[in-house]
């Protein structure tokens, strides 16, 4: 599998107009673990991966991570809610957003913003749709985040643990705006390269899920952070 960080090659060019592709292809529906958040998600993740492609004009695309509700985002957002003085007040950063879940749980736990950063062309528009279904304002940009920091109080990630090398790089990131006092909070549910020895585990959720992007329908996941 793919994963939202990676980068992408060959992109024909701009997209006409994203939001009418994903109105197109999506449903508004409520979120399995957190039902207060709506998302416009895909029935079916090969049907909208191959049209996402068409759309592109190019084959060999990772998946649409902003057409699904995946388990780190879920419990993430789950906890956020459950636990606002993790995000009240502050400038949030959803990191590696895909449809905005975990900023959009932000903004409904009293954060003062969040940003949404993804690297995928739909992303962007994806976020904006779900804020506006959830009513919330959020700021969204394609960009690789990786390395910098903009005096973020609290960084969300959720789901970024999938390959070894990019989450390496992610995880010495996130440990270092940890290090200068960030809330780092991160959602995952069991990936093979989540650094487990650097990390405090704070909540865990059974997560229903979609068997065509697991292994099971519920998934167990955990919420972390930095020791």
């Known amino acids: ?64 991570f902003w057409a699904f509700a995946w388990a780190g985002g879920q419990a993430l957002a789950r906890h956020v809610l ?4 993790t995000v009240r007040g502050r400038r949030v950063l959803d990191f590696a957003s895909g449809s905005g879940l975990v900023g959009i749980a932000a903004m409904k736990a009293g954060a003062a913003s969040a940003a949404c950063a993804d690297i995928d062309p739909f992303a962007a528009a994806a976020i904006a749709l779900n804020g506006a279904a959830n009513g919330v304002v959020l700021s969204s940009f394609q960009a690789d985040l ?15 643990a999938y390959e070894r090398d990019l989450a390496e790089k992610v995880f010495a990131w996130l440990l270092a705006l940890a290090a200068r006092g960030a ?28 068997r065509e992007l697991e292994d099971m329908e519920i998934k167990r996941t955990a919420v972390w952070r930095p020791r």
């Open 146 to 160: 990786i390395g910098t920091d903009d005096g973020w109080d609290t960084v969300l990630a959720g789901d970024i």
């Open 1 to 64: 599998m793919g994963h939202r960080l990676r980068a992408r090659r060959g992109v024909s060019g701009p997209i006409a107009d994203p939001a009418a592709f994903i109105r197109a292809e999506t449903r508004l529906r409520p979120v399995p673990l957190v039902p207060e958040v709506s998302l416009h998600v895909a029935d079916e993740a090969v049907p909208i991966w191959h049209r996402t492609e068409e759309e592109l004009g190019e084959l060999g695309l990772p998946p649409p």
């Open 82 to 85: 459950d636990h606002p003085g």
């Open 183 to 210: 809330t780092v909070l991160i959602g995952d549910p069991g990936r093979t390269y989540l650094p487990k020895a650097q990390l405090e585990r704070l909540a865990e959720y059974s997560v229903p899920v979609t």
